[in-house]
Nanobody, 123 residues
Framework: QVQLVESGGGLVQAGGSLRLSCAASGLTFSGYTMGWFRQGPGKEREFVAAVSRSGGTTNYADSVKGRFTISRDNAKNTLNLRMNTLKPEDTAVYYC????????????????WGQGTQVTVSS
């Protein structure tokens, strides 16, 4: 049974930083493209960042480029998202997702999802 468990969310002031983690189990972690998505209040779930199986290639939404960094540790089956210079518009539930495809932004290609972790950025 595949499980993706996010952690690290919380309340932070604008300009602050947070680090999200996703612990994966029940799958061959290194065989999956991993991504982060988010869903803000009243909004659709949107792509944030993704990383290739080896960790050598990353992809970011324009809205977070230069502020967020995605990384993975295949030895520990862990996905991370470092978020700097946070803005109120980054407020959302953040989801970790896994795809067997070499894909990035298309959420339809991700078969496995975590339960999400709330990030709230106050102004």
């Amino acid at each position: 049974q595949v499980q993706l468990v996010e952690s690290g969310g919380g309340l932070v002031q604008a300009g602050g930083s947070l680090r999200l983690s996703c612990a994966a189990s029940g799958l061959t972690f290194s065989g999956y493209t991993m991504g982060w998505f988010r869903q803000g209040p009243g909004k659709e779930r949107e792509f944030v960042a993704a990383v290739s199986r080896s960790g050598g290639t990353t992809n970011y939404a324009d809205s977070v480029k230069g502020r967020f960094t995605i990384s993975r540790d295949n030895a520990k089956n862990t996905l991370n998202l470092r978020m700097n210079t946070l803005k109120p518009e980054d407020t959302a539930v953040y989801y970790c997702a896994a795809s067997i495809r070499s894909t990035y932004a298309n959420r339809e290609n991700y078969a496995y999802w975590g339960q999400g972790t709330q990030v709230t950025v106050s102004s």
